[in-house]
C-alpha cells in the first residue's frame, strides 16, 4: 500500500488547512483509519481516528478544530484542520489506525504566529 498525503503548506494562527491523503494499492474501506503528526524532535502521535462505521476520536490537544473524514469511493482519507496554532506545526502522514502500513512522506504543516 502506498499513502500519499497532501495539502500541507504554511498559514498563519488562526487559519485552515485540509489535508488528504490518497491510497494506493489496496481499499481503505474496511479499515479503521488515522492521522498522524510529528514535530520537530518529538515523536509520532497520533491525532485522529476514523473508524469503518465512521465513529471519530481525537487527541485533546486538537478536539473541537480538527475534523476527519473519510471518502472510501475515492480512497482518500481527509483531516480538516481550523484555528491553527503554532503547535500544530508538524509533518502529517495517514495510515491505519495500528499504524500497520509502510508510512509515506506525509505533508509539512508550518503555522505561523
Known amino acids: 500500500v502506498q499513502l500519499q498525503a497532501s495539502g500541507g503548506g504554511l498559514v498563519q494562527a488562526g487559519g485552515s488547512l485540509r489535508l488528504s491523503c490518497a491510497a494506493s494499492?489496496?481499499?481503505?474501506?474496511?479499515?479503521?483509519m488515522a492521522w498522524y503528526r510529528q514535530a520537530p524532535g518529538k515523536q509520532r502521535q497520533q491525532v485522529a481516528t476514523?473508524?469503518?462505521?465512521?465513529?471519530?476520536n481525537y487527541a485533546d490537544s486538537v478536539k473541537g478544530r480538527f475534523t476527519i473524514s473519510r471518502d472510501n469511493a475515492r480512497n482518500t482519507v481527509y483531516l480538516g484542520m481550523n484555528v491553527l496554532k503554532p503547535e500544530d506545526t508538524a509533518v502529517y502522514y495517514c495510515?491505519?489506525?495500528?499504524?500497520?502500513?509502510?508510512w509515506g512522506q506525509g505533508t509539512l504543516v508550518t503555522v505561523s504566529s
Open positions: 495510515n491505519t489506525r495500528f499504524s500497520i502500513w509502510r
Open positions: 494499492g489496496l481499499g481503505i474501506g474496511t479499515y479503521d
Open positions: 476514523i473508524g469503518v462505521g465512521g465513529n471519530r
